[in-house]
């Protein structure tokens, strides 16, 4: 073990040996380096076509990814429950982040048994903002608390625990 730590200390002389017979240059104060780790801002945009990232087994019970298409121009939206057609108004600042959809939300009338259409059109109804992140849309409460996320594609169905 002694014969390993003089090794080390040998070797760590010698570097600092060597770096002292080569000059540093000065640094360059004139261009300003950017930060080792710089985040890209997202560039991904509210409007347009969003599918739901299904995180219950039940999310996607009927084998239909609940989608959304957002229409800024219009504040429209259109789109699936997973079970039925639906389409409404919604508000949306850019400023803070802000988004809420309409209380009269429409849709078609078809049954899907085993499907909790009322919970999703809440949770819906419950979105108070929105954030952006890495191409996700995420929905969240007034208490900041994710109701959903949403993505450009439909993702792979949750497969149930239950055999």
């Not at 409007?47 to 239909?64: E, H, I, M, N, R």
């Not at 079970?83 to 078809?110: A, P, Q, V």
């Not at 259409?117 to 929105?130: M, P, R």
Request: positive net charge; contains cysteine.
């Amino acid at each position: 073990m002694k014969i390993l730590i003089s090794v080390c200390l040998y070797l760590l002389l010698a570097c600092q040996e060597q770096a002292s017979n080569h000059p540093v240059p000065a640094a360059d104060t004139t261009a300003i380096a950017a930060p080792p780790f710089s985040k890209t801002p997202d560039t991904t945009t509210l409007g347009g076509a969003w599918y739901l990232q299904p995180v219950l087994a039940s999310d996607a019970a009927t084998g239909k990814t609940p989608s959304l298409r957002l229409e800024l121009s219009k504040k429209h939206f259109s789109g699936n429950t997973g079970c039925n057609n639906m389409s409404g108004k919604f508000w949306y600042s850019d400023k803070d982040s802000s988004l809420s959809f309409s209380e009269k939300i429409t849709t078609t009338r078809m049954a899907c048994p085993g499907y909790n259409e009322t919970s999703f059109l809440k949770s819906l109804q419950h979105a108070n903002h929105y954030k952006l992140r890495n191409g996700i849309l995420i929905l969240l409460a007034e208490d900041n608390s994710e109701l959903s996320k949403w993505g450009r594609k439909p993702a792979a169905a949750v497969k149930s625990d239950k055999v």
